[in-house]
């Protein structure tokens, strides 16, 4: 009997991967079958037959579509001949029943059917397990798996599993050869992530090159989130891995669907920014700013406004910035505000000079710039994630500091940074500046309190703002409270991501011991444990990164392009580039903003760049005292603790980067402290044994 509505239909990447590699008389017939799943999938036009738990087939000549079937979802898993899929996937079947018409050939089958025979690429003999073995890709491999002929010369050179893994070739294209040489088990495909099929005839323009991607399909919990009012703002809160980040890009989509023209997604990474546009573009089959749709850092907006109506700005360097400051202090103790008696000035002024003047550079640039209007604001402020006590009166001749500071890089031709965000922050309370419609703002946790104001000056409505944030990731700046975001939007509304969908439970938990008392989300999915390294020298470091990335590429069938090697600094990066380079891995530095996810090398960028991306391998290399932590001797010693933890929230944004394998690696010669950290049983260490 049909079901009066359809089941909802999903696809893995092995499907699509299979549906490539179909002959094309075998694959137009594709769609009708799906739609006949779709009707009834117990049935399939009384063509399903079960063979396992949820599990069942249907067949397309001699060529067999395997799926699961759920609560009014189908999830489309695989397709192949009928000579090979039941092998290559360990399909454990039910008792296979010959009928003289439906000849299955099951890994368990007593006799196989000679006279079927597959494809000819299918009968190509590829080794399944060991990565040094011969490797050799045919010409006919490459053309069935419809892989560019541009790619073909460098992939007829590939002799091992090894050489294939690092073979400068796009990531999607790798991973389709990969499902052909090494195809996964049944049980691996059911947890790859599922990709919305809304039209069954999608698959066809799919094989025909018509479209390039699928949707991901969302969690029951992420699609409540994209059901909510849009006449009010929306807060979410969430962990790593929980995919706040990609809620938010979604969340676009559907403003674009409700008629929304002009959107504004505002972040503090730009290497997030370059990732969002990627993803939009797939999201809405067009570029984003085809429907006016502007995705910038915040620090890039403050920059555009200023210009609008002053010159190039030109920042003080840090040195130059600390001797106008000693010259503001001196003038500024020496002009008591009217009112206040010359000996308590004095007294003030007495305090504040046992504090280094590199500490009040700090206070004003990075707390009462980024935070304050007015000197009132500054002496209620909850300086929270600092060390050293500021009294209240004390804090009214910092701020007659700051200003004098402002007047002497006025005179010298400076602006701060904190006086771009005034400047833009007032040039945008005009109501002309309010040219968006709605702001999306990810990473909430690193915008400063001024620059949030300003985001809100660009739109007409504070109701139509979706921000995500989590505290336990603020690296950027002090102090983020979700009270005050409360207070200016005028809600206590709050949404919580509390499922990890995309760290394996081991890697999530490893990353709790990174930050104490972490809540961390629970993740469904299962791997192995982090390991850490300490390595001799650098050369035996990039000996170590090397072997853990072939291995874990190996293991899991991804190829190298999906590892990143994550480190404190660009000097760094720059550096483990050039030694991975020098072990033989194609490895490339990437600058903030020039990520490409699918670029064809290992990507070598720093933790902060790594903000809100996320790999399927990663390296964090380089944790060395003087390196990660670092400038700690630039800073008083009641505030150590403070810079301590803020760069342990940075390795734990790093380690949490990695969906399925993650290595930390330091050197024998003064290893950093955060090494204590990764212990055992949650992390283990790996013993030398680089190729």
């Given at each position: 009997m049909t079901s009066a509505a359809p089941y909802a239909?999903?696809?893995?990447?092995?499907?699509?991967?299979?549906?490539?590699?179909?002959?094309?008389?075998?694959?137009?017939?594709v769609p009708k079958k799906v739609r006949a799943i779709q009707r009834d999938p117990i049935s399939a036009d009384q063509d399903a037959k079960k063979i396992g738990h949820k599990t069942y087939r249907t067949?397309?000549?001699?060529?067999?579509?395997?799926?699961?079937?759920?609560?009014?979802?189908?999830?489309?898993?695989?397709?192949?001949?009928?000579?090979k899929v039941y092998q290559d996937r360990k399909i454990k079947s039910l008792p296979v029943q010959i009928d003289g018409i439906d000849d299955e050939i099951f890994p368990d089958a007593e006799q196989p059917f000679l006279s079927i025979k597959p494809p000819k690429?299918?009968?190509?003999?590829?080794?399944?397990?060991?990565?040094?073995c011969p490797l050799t890709i045919s010409l006919s491999l490459l053309k069935s798996c419809r892989i560019p002929e541009s790619y073909w010369a460098v992939l007829q050179e590939v002799k091992q599993e090894d050489d294939l893994l690092c073979a400068p070739v796009p990531d999607e294209l790798?991973?389709?050869?990969?499902?052909?040489?090494?195809?996964?088990?049944?049980?691996?495909?059911?947890?790859?992530?599922e990709r919305v099929l809304g039209d069954p005839d999608a698959l066809d323009r799919f094989f025909k090159g018509g479209i390039s991607s699928f949707l991901l399909k969302l969690d029951p919990e992420q699609e409540r989130l994209l059901d909510l009012e849009l006449d009010e703002p929306i807060l979410v809160r969430g962990g790593p891995g929980t995919g706040k980040s990609v809620m938010a890009v979604y969340h676009i989509k559907r403003l674009v669907d409700q008629g929304f023209t002009s959107i504004l997604l505002a972040t503090h990474s730009s290497s997030f920014c370059a990732y969002a546009e990627q993803l939009l573009e797939k999201l809405l089959g067009k570029s984003p700013s085809t429907y006016n749709i502007e995705i910038t850092t915040v620090k890039s907006l403050i920059h555009k406004h200023y210009l609008k109506f002053n010159e190039r700005p030109v920042h003080p360097t840090f040195q130059n910035a600390l001797t106008l400051l000693k010259q503001a202090f001196e003038a500024?103790?020496?002009?008591?505000?009217?009112?206040?008696?010359?000996?308590?000035?004095?007294?003030?002024?007495?305090?504040?000079?046992?504090?280094?003047?590199?500490?009040?550079?700090?206070e004003i640039t990075e707390v009462i710039e980024p935070s304050c209007l007015t000197a009132v604001e500054y002496t209620t402020l909850d300086r929270k994630g600092r060390g050293t006590a500021i009294r209240l009166k004390d804090r009214e001749f910092l701020w007659h500091v700051m200003q004098e500071w402002h007047t002497q890089l006025g005179r010298n031709n400076y602006v701060s940074q904190g006086q771009m965000s005034l400047k833009a922050l007032e040039l945008t309370s005009r109501e002309s500046s309010k040219i968006f419609q709605y702001l999306v703002l990810d990473e909430a946790q690193d915008i400063s309190p001024v620059d949030f104001r300003l985001l809100l000056n660009l739109v007409k409505?504070?109701?139509?703002?979706?921000?995500?944030?989590?505290?336990?990731?603020?690296?950027?700046?002090?102090?983020?409270?979700?009270?005050?975001?409360?207070?200016?939007?005028?809600t206590k509304k709050i949404l919580n991501l509390n499922c990890n969908y995309r760290n394996t439970?081991?890697?999530?938990?490893?990353?709790?011991?990174?930050?104490?008392?972490?809540?961390?989300?629970?993740?469904?999915q299962q791997g192995e444990k982090p390991e850490f390294a300490i390595a001799a020298d650098i050369e035996e470091e990039a000996q170590i990164i090397k072997a853990f990335l072939l291995e874990a590429a190996q293991k899991h069938r991804i190829s190298l392009c999906g590892a990143a090697v994550l480190c404190a600094s660009p000097q760094l990066a720059v550096h483990y580039a050039e030694q991975l380079q020098a072990v033989g891995l194609n490895a490339q530095q990437v600058k903030a903003g020039e990520i490409s996810l699918d670029a064809p090398y290992i990507k070598v960028l720093t933790l902060t760049d790594a903000k809100g991306l996320e790999f399927p391998i990663v390296a964090v290399a380089g944790l060395q005292e003087g390196k990660f932590p670092y400038g700690l001797e630039m800073v008083p010693e009641e505030e150590r603790d403070i810079v301590l933890s803020q760069q342990r929230r940075l390795l734990y944004v790093g380690c949490s980067r990695a969906m399925k394998a993650l290595l930390v690696?330091?050197?024998?010669?003064?290893?950093?402290?955060?090494?204590?950290?990764?212990?055992e049983p949650l992390w283990q260490e790996r013993f030398r044994s680089p190729v």
């Open positions: 239909v999903s696809v893995t990447e092995t499907f699509l991967n299979d549906l490539l590699c179909l002959p094309a008389a075998v694959s137009r017939n067949r397309l000549g001699d060529y067999r579509l395997v799926y699961a079937v759920g609560q009014k979802w189908v999830k489309l898993l695989c397709i192949g001949h009928r000579c690429f299918f009968q190509e003999s590829f080794p399944l397990s060991d990565q040094h790798l991973n389709r050869i990969l499902d052909v040489l090494f195809p996964k088990a049944l049980n691996e495909i059911m947890e790859q992530p500024a103790e020496g002009s008591p505000p009217q009112g206040v008696k010359w000996t308590d000035w004095s007294m003030r002024a007495s305090r504040l000079k046992r504090l280094d003047k590199e500490y009040l550079l700090e409505s504070s109701s139509h703002v979706y921000m995500t944030a989590d505290e336990a990731q603020a690296i950027f700046r002090r102090g983020f409270s979700w009270s005050r975001i409360y207070q200016i939007l005028g439970e081991q890697i999530s938990s490893a990353c709790g011991t990174v930050l104490d008392n972490i809540n961390d989300n629970p993740s469904k690696t330091a050197l024998e010669e003064n290893p950093s402290r955060f090494v204590d950290l990764l212990r």
